[in-house]
C-alpha cells in the first residue's frame, strides 16, 4: 500500500467554538472542512449552536486518522474531557 502524500492526505479537525453572544458558551464537534462548518455553525444551520452564533474557532486539531479524531471528540464531551479543555485547549 503507497503512503498518502502530504498534498493528497486529508484530515478530520477535532474543533472548540466559542459563542461571541454569550460569555463562556463553547461547543465541540469534530469535521473535514473546518470553514464550511464553521459557516453552516454561523448561518444556524445547525440545531444545538444556533442560539448561540455568532461563533468563532477556540481551538482545532487535525488528526490523520478519522477514528482518533471521533474518539478525542467523544472523549472532550465527557465531565474530564471538558475540564482538560479548559485548562489546556
Known amino acids: ?26 461547543y465541540m464537534g469534530s469535521t473535514q ?12 444551520e445547525v440545531a444545538h449552536s444556533s442560539k448561540y452564533r455568532p461563533w468563532r474557532i477556540k481551538t482545532a486539531i487535525a488528526f490523520t486518522d478519522r477514528r482518533r479524531a471521533v474518539v478525542f471528540e467523544g472523549y472532550l464531551k465527557t465531565v474530564s474531557g471538558r475540564a482538560f479543555a479548559k485548562k489546556r485547549l
Open 33 to 44: 472542512n473546518l470553514r464550511e462548518r464553521l459557516a453552516r455553525h454561523n448561518h444556524g
Open 1 to 26: 500500500m503507497e503512503k498518502p502524500t502530504e498534498s493528497s492526505q486529508s484530515f478530520h479537525y477535532v474543533y472548540i467554538l466559542e459563542s461571541l453572544a454569550e460569555v463562556g458558551r463553547y
